[in-house]
């Protein structure tokens, strides 16, 4: 087991929890390895059908390690930038949904991580920003690209430019987060969507997250092309034959992901 990601699993659902306390789950290179190494492992996995992300303690992640930032040369800090965009990319791209279970402080990298993933459920205690004007840098794991995707550009401008940390209420009215619960209720509501959509064909499930990650991108011409190609996919396999005779017969679909 990584030192400082740790997976569980229980039935087809994985929970993955980035456990570096002491340092408020900092993004250093070995937690960047250890989340690369988790999802790479996770995709060989048939039978995970849907993924929660969370920090242990107090903080969800609470940024990219500063200290061993500080010294990166221009082309070191470059390298460094590519290398987080790609495993967040892994995260965006993986097979199946990936629900940020956003427990306490999700700040810079922290947050650009929380969005790469599908859903972000999120405790009334969260903090959400991207701080990093204050540190004379911008957002280098995918920050601009993604707030402005998710909230519009003009209120990802405003937190860009001023660095402000909002308040999981804020979030939630920004539609950064899905859904906001007390502490205590909401990594059981994370495992509560996560069954549900481990209920449902796989193959649809992962055809859906590709339809809005791809076809959103461009006109929608080109997405509805897209949507029609997938759909037309899904009828040779055998979940959508399950799947619409379970429905004739009024019982539970039994799929498989084929």
Known sequence: ????????????????????????????????????????????????????????????????????????????AQAFSQRGQRIFNLLEDFKTPVIAAVNGFALGGGLELAMACDI????????????????????????????????????????????????????????????????DTMLGRCWDIARAIATRAPLAVSYCKKAVNVGTDGPLSHGLAFEAELFSQTFASADQKEGMQAFFEKRPAQFTGR
Do not use: C, W
């Not at 250890?34 to 992300?53: D, K, Q, S, Y």
């Open 120 to 183: 972000r459920i999120a405790s009334e205690t969260a903090k959400a920003g991207l701080p990093e004007v204050g540190l004379g840098v911008v957002p280098g794991f995918g920050g601009t690209q993604r707030l402005a995707r998710i909230i519009g550009r003009s209120s990802a401008k405003y937190l860009l430019f001023t660095g402000e940390i909002i308040t999981a209420a804020r979030a939630l009215e920004l539609r950064l987060f899905n859904e906001v619960h007390p502490a």
């Open 1 to 76: 087991m990584d030192e400082f990601v740790k997976t569980h699993f229980e039935g087809a659902v994985a929970q993955v929890t980035i456990d570096r306390q002491e340092a408020l789950n900092a993004l250093n290179d070995q937690v960047l390895a250890g989340l690369e190494g988790a999802f790479l492992t996770l995709g060989r996995h048939p039978e995970v059908r849907a993924v929660i992300l969370t920090g242990s303690g107090k903080a969800f992640v609470a940024g990219a390690d500063i200290k061993a930032m500080a010294g990166m040369t221009p082309v070191e």
